[in-house]
């Protein structure tokens, strides 16, 4: 079974921009968007590093400084923003795993999950 979750609405998140949800009541973020140039991308919030580590050290903190990367704060790993590939870091090569994301036109955002 599978269930579509409204995350946000896409004015919501700047451009460049990235926000963390929580869409499975978990008590932390576990999914995260990235708004740029119009277009979101969502990855599941663990970094290919090191086990089931969060990528950001602060609330919403997914970005480089530049707002260009994807960034791990733990050891500095940077992930290419569309692809989610590890450019730079220990997991070079490596990926964040990607999460469909549906954007209405009425510019809501969702993803669909898996039930458990
Ligand atoms: S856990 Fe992300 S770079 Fe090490």
Redesign the pocket.
């Known amino acids: 079974m599978t269930k579509r979750v409204m995350l946000c609405h896409h004015g919501d998140i700047t451009d460049p921009g990235a926000q963390g949800f929580d869409p499975q009541q978990q008590g932390k973020d576990t999914v995260f968007v990235v708004r740029q140039g119009g277009h979101y991308y969502a990855y599941a919030d663990i970094?290919p590093?090191?086990g089931d580590?969060s990528?950001p050290w602060k609330k919403d903190a997914y970005l480089d400084v530049a707002g260009e990367n994807i960034v791990?704060a733990?050891?500095?790993?940077l992930f290419n923003i569309r692809s989610g590939l590890c450019t730079s870091?220990?997991?070079q090569g490596d990926a964040l795993r990607p999460i469909p994301v549906i954007h209405e036109s009425d510019g809501s955002l969702w993803i669909t999950l898996e039930d458990e």
């Open positions: 970094c590093h090191y580590t990528l791990c733990a050891h500095g790993a870091g220990p997991c």
